[in-house]
């Protein structure tokens, strides 16, 4: 149902039955604070790339999903801390992305 699909997106980022970007259901870790979603080409090096901008800032990721539709990634990072406004301005400048989310969760 519609509703259920645009809730499962609100609430965790996930994507259902969509033309542009790919099927992905991820439950939110155990212990997470921040979801970081991340849309971009879908090329080699962006998942290293993200991760090593957060490792350099030290954010621990929890649990890392990715699907591609050939075309588009579509990534749902689960960290352990918040993701600061800066190191979300530096995913955002890296060639590739396209656009990234920020989902907090409640401890």
């Known amino acids: 149902m519609a509703v259920n699909e645009l ?4 609430e965790y980022g996930n ?5 542009n970007f790919p099927n992905i259901d991820s439950t939110p870790t155990v212990g997470v604070h921040t979801r970081l979603i991340m849309v971009n080409r879908d090329e080699p090096g962006m998942i290293g790339a993200v991760s090593n901008i957060l490792g350099r800032h ?12 050939g ?12 993701v600061p406004k800066r190191v979300l301005d530096e995913i955002n400048s890296r060639d590739g992305v396209i656009r990234t989310r920020i989902i907090r969760f409640a401890r």
């Open 7 to 10: 809730k499962g997106y609100l």
């Open 15 to 19: 994507i259902a039955h969509s033309v």
């Open 58 to 69: 030290k954010i621990n990721i929890m649990s890392y999903d990715n699907k591609s539709n």
């Open 71 to 82: 075309t588009v990634g579509y990534n749902i990072i689960d960290c352990e801390v918040p």
